[in-house]
C-alpha cells in the first residue's frame, strides 16, 4: 500500500531560526495536503498543492510539490513559539479525498 | 474553531462496556470519516461514509461499528474494547468526492478514548 514518509522525525530550532521537513510518497500522488497539529489538538489544514513542481506561500510558510509529484516539503522561515506542534503530509492517488494517507510526522519544537 | 463537533470529548469506560462517539458537522459535506490517533502517531483511516453510505472500511476490527443516520451526524458504537484501542477519535467531514482539487478535510477536537 501506499507509504508516505516525513523526515526529520523530530525537530528542535531556537526561535528565530528556519525549519524544514520533508515528505516522500512510495507512490505518485494526485495532490498533497499539508496540516498542524497543536500539542494536544487536532490536525488543521495549512494547504494543498496539486500541480507538478507548485510552491506556495503563506506569510513565513513555503510549501513545494516535487516535479515527480512524490515528494513535497515545508520550510518555516524565522520560526516563531507559535509554531510548535506537528507537522503532518497527507496524499492520495487518485483526486478524491477518501483515502488520504497521512505522513509519519514531524514534531516541531521551539528553545526561546 | 473546528465545525465539527464531537463528543464525549474525554471517555473512560471498560472492556465489557458499550458507548458511543458522536460528530456532527453542518457544512452540508457529504464524506465523513473516523481516524484513530494513537500518541506521537499519524492519524489512521477506520471509515469513510459518502452520502450516508459505508463505501471505505479498513479492515477495522467489528468491536467498532460505524453508523451514519444522516448526512450530519456520523456515530462510532464500541464495545467489548481492549486497553489498545485506547486513543484519540477523530471524526472528520469533507465536500463529496468529485475528483476535483481542493476538497479539504475538516477535522473535528477529537474524542479522548482510554479503555481500562
Known amino acids: 500500500g501506499q507509504q508516505v514518509m516525513q523526515i526529520p522525525q523530530y525537530q528542535h530550532v531556537q526561535e528565530g531560526e528556519d525549519f524544514t521537513t520533508y515528505c516522500n510518497s512510495s507512490?505518485?500522488?494526485?495532490?498533497i495536503q499539508w496540516y498542524k497539529q497543536r500539542p494536544g489538538g487536532h490536525p488543521v489544514f495549512l494547504i494543498q498543492?496539486?500541480?507538478?513542481?507548485e510552491v506556495k506561500k503563506q506569510k513565513r510558510l513555503t510549501f513545494q510539490f516535487g516535479e515527480a509529484k512524490k515528494n513535497s516539503s515545508l520550510h518555516i522561515t524565522a520560526t516563531q513559539t507559535t509554531d510548535v506542534g506537528t507537522y503532518f503530509c497527507?496524499?492520495?492517488?487518485?483526486?478524491?479525498?477518501?483515502?488520504?494517507?497521512f505522513g509519519t510526522g514531524t514534531r516541531l519544537t521551539i528553545i526561546p | 474553531d473546528t465545525e465539527v463537533t464531537q463528543t464525549p470529548k474525554h471517555l473512560v469506560m471498560g472492556m465489557t462496556n458499550k458507548k458511543s462517539l458522536k460528530c456532527e458537522q453542518h457544512m452540508g459535506h457529504r464524506a465523513m470519516y473516523w481516524y484513530k490517533q494513537k500518541a506521537k502517531k499519524p492519524p489512521e483511516l477506520m471509515f469513510v461514509y459518502s452520502y450516508e453510505k459505508l463505501s471505505i472500511n479498513e479492515s477495522v476490527p467489528s468491536r467498532f461499528s460505524p453508523e451514519c443516520p444522516n448526512s450530519s451526524l456520523l456515530n462510532l458504537h464500541l464495545h467489548a474494547l481492549q486497553p489498545e484501542d485506547s486513543a484519540l477519535y477523530l471524526c472528520a467531514s469533507s465536500h463529496e468526492n468529485d475528483r476535483r482539487p481542493g476538497n479539504t478535510i475538516y477535522f473535528g477536537e477529537g474524542s479522548w478514548l482510554t479503555v481500562v
Open positions: 497527507a496524499g492520495d492517488s487518485n483526486f478524491g479525498n477518501e483515502k488520504l494517507t
Open positions: 498543492l496539486v500541480k507538478s513542481g
Open positions: 507512490t505518485t500522488l494526485s495532490n
